[in-house]
């Protein structure tokens, strides 16, 4: 129902929309009303047929006390026919204290009418000596407030009509005169034009659509140079000369950012750029110091590969080193910074065999690292934790000092083929790397400072 409606409101214009809406509000609302007032009327011109009955009712009763206590059915009959007038009292019998009939009056058939029944009791002396059931027609109320219903439906009808034209005039009024946003709109999105619009408007409201317009037009202007500033980010550096396609037995680093997006919203281009950049250097320096090589990932993810294109007996031990010296760096820099601060990192890192693909991009051949090791790298970083590194029990057994390292235990983890991994989180490195990664984080934010 609400997906009929949805698309039945996409096919109608602006105008058409809002002449439909009020239109629907007006006419709901008098119908509302007419029911209201409807209900309010019958319920009171139904009491007051109802209290007028009660009364003639008593009054009757009183006349046929006499005939009632000397079993007088003739001046019963008499009475009661005297009495009924088949307009507001349809019928009336009355009946004896045995419950017996002694006199009827009136119509037999009533189903032609609305009945309310009233049951009088007949008393001589405080003592009750039969008692008198009449039937009232209320017809009269029930037509009455049906005829007021008629009368305000149909103008509510026509009041919602009119209301509807004229809202589709004057939108329609508007939308002439608002033309000339739309063809700038139209353009924005064909990416045709990017100019400002002035200041010219005919009402407060063109004024505040143009302040929209170049709003849009100013956020377009600022995705276009965010987009150049993380394309250089997260550009992907050739990995090798060679350009076959083969794979390498290699530890990997993922790194996953987090709070890119909102930096993005925050920022202008320039300082996401210098950001971007400030980063992009503590993961050179880190990758560097260890014989590692930056690749670009999809998504919010970067990714370091440790032993290609030359390898090293401790590809492994580098992995985690490197990972500590960026943690280190980054902890030591948004200490200051706080552009810095809105972002965080999850690391995890594996060993397996990485396929290396050639690409070529802008003329140049450049390397992408594709493969099940890569995948399984990224969501092992989706399991982490902020700022703390979970390496898998693959990597683990390549390294040739894994009993000096402090481990914590890690979750075990399913792959895509219903194999479980375990895995570990890095609580401490050896006492003499981490001495040596303190230092380097020292020196490296001392030539940062000199810079």
Request: aromatic share 6%.
């Amino acid at each position: 129902m609400g997906r009929s409606a949805v698309k039945i409101s996409q096919r109608l214009t602006t105008s058409q929309q809002w002449a439909a809406f009020i239109a629907l509000a007006i006419l709901f609302t008098g119908i509302s009303f007419s029911y209201l007032v409807t209900s309010q009327l019958r319920q009171q011109l139904l009491v007051q047929q109802q209290t007028l009955a009660t009364s003639l009712v008593k009054d009757a009763s009183i006349l046929l006390r006499k005939s009632l206590s000397t079993d007088d059915r003739i001046s019963a009959n008499v009475i009661l026919q005297d009495w009924v007038d088949q307009e507001l009292i349809l019928s009336a019998t009355l009946y004896n204290s045995t419950q017996q009939p002694i006199a009827e009056q009136g119509l037999v058939e009533l189903g032609g009418f609305n009945v309310y029944w009233l049951n009088q009791a007949v008393t001589d002396k405080e003592r009750l000596i039969g008692h008198l059931r009449v039937a009232i027609n209320m017809s009269q109320a029930y037509d009455i407030s049906q005829r007021n219903a008629a009368l305000l439906m149909l103008s509510s009808l026509m009041l919602s009509i009119i209301a509807g034209l004229l809202a589709y005039f004057w939108s329609e009024r508007l939308m002439r005169a608002n033309l000339q946003q739309i063809q700038a709109l139209e353009k924005l999105h064909n990416s045709e034009s990017l100019e400002i619009l002035g200041d010219i408007a005919n009402s407060q409201n063109d004024l505040a659509l143009n302040d929209v317009i170049n709003s849009l037009i100013r956020q377009k202007q600022h995705k276009i140079a965010v987009k150049k500033s993380l394309e250089n980010f997260m550009a992907s550096p050739p990995l090798s000369t060679q350009s076959s396609l083969a794979y390498h037995h290699s530890a990997l680093l993922f790194i996953e950012i987090q709070g890119l997006q909102e930096l993005q919203e925050r920022l202008t281009a320039d300082q996401l750029t210098n950001t971007l950049n400030g980063y992009h250097q503590l993961l050179s320096q880190a990758a560097k110091l260890y014989n590692g090589t930056l690749d670009r990932y999809m998504g919010g993810g970067i990714l370091i590969i440790f032993g290609y294109p030359d390898k090293d007996p401790r590809d492994a031990s580098h992995c985690l080193y490197a990972a500590e010296l960026f943690i280190g760096l980054v902890q030591e820099l948004q200490r200051t910074d706080q552009q810095l601060q809105q972002l965080t990192f999850k690391l995890s890192a594996h060993w397996g065999p990485v396929l290396i693909a050639p690409l070529e991009m802008n003329q140049q051949l450049q390397f992408n690292l594709i493969g099940d090791t890569v995948h399984w790298t990224a969501q092992l970083a989706q399991q982490s934790k902020e700022m703390q590194l979970l390496v898998s029990q693959d990597l683990v057994d390549q390294l040739t000092d894994a009993e000096q390292i402090l481990w914590q235990p890690g979750p075990s983890l399913m792959d895509l083929n219903a194999n479980e991994h375990d895995s570990r989180w890095l609580d401490a490195l050896p006492d003499t790397a981490e001495k040596l990664i303190d230092r380097q984080v020292k020196h490296i934010m001392a030539m940062k400072e000199k810079a």
